[in-house]
């Protein structure tokens, strides 16, 4: 079982930045990949950006490459995504996502992951 918690969302302008947050508790951290997706309203959840927990290694959408970060605090078990350059189309909820064991073909699709927080809510302003 794994709980997480987002934080950090909000209103800024275009060309702003922002810092999202994911708490993240679980009994085993080993093998747990971590993601960050979006989603408007009526439309499919869309991944953003994902890490492995014990390698490190990212992966982004095409969209969020050059803008986005992606990184992990092992010791506070907290997964931040920093957001430069934000554009009015990056306005969404955002969702932090976990799972373990998740093969590379499933890493960027929200299937793959069986753990969802509640979501932050970013507004980019034009």
């Known amino acids: 079982q794994v709980q997480l918690v987002e934080s950090g969302g909000g209103l800024v302008q275009a060309g702003g930045s922002l810092r999202l947050s994911c708490a993240a508790s679980a009994r085993t951290f080993s093998t747990l990949r971590m993601g960050w997706f979006r989603q408007i309203p009526g439309k499919d959840r869309e991944f953003v950006a994902g890490i492995e927990w014990n390698g490190g290694n990212t992966y982004f959408t095409d969209s969020a490459k050059g803008r986005f970060a992606i990184s992990r605090d092992r010791t506070n078990n907290v997964v931040f995504l920093q957001m430069n350059s934000l554009k009015p189309e990056d306005t969404a909820d955002y969702y932090c996502?976990?799972?373990?064991?998740?093969?590379?073909?499933?890493?960027?699709?929200?299937?793959?992951?069986?753990?969802w927080g509640q979501g932050t809510q970013v507004t980019v302003s034009s």
């Open positions: 996502a976990a799972g373990y064991r998740i093969i590379t073909s499933q890493r960027m699709v929200a299937s793959g992951y069986n753990y």
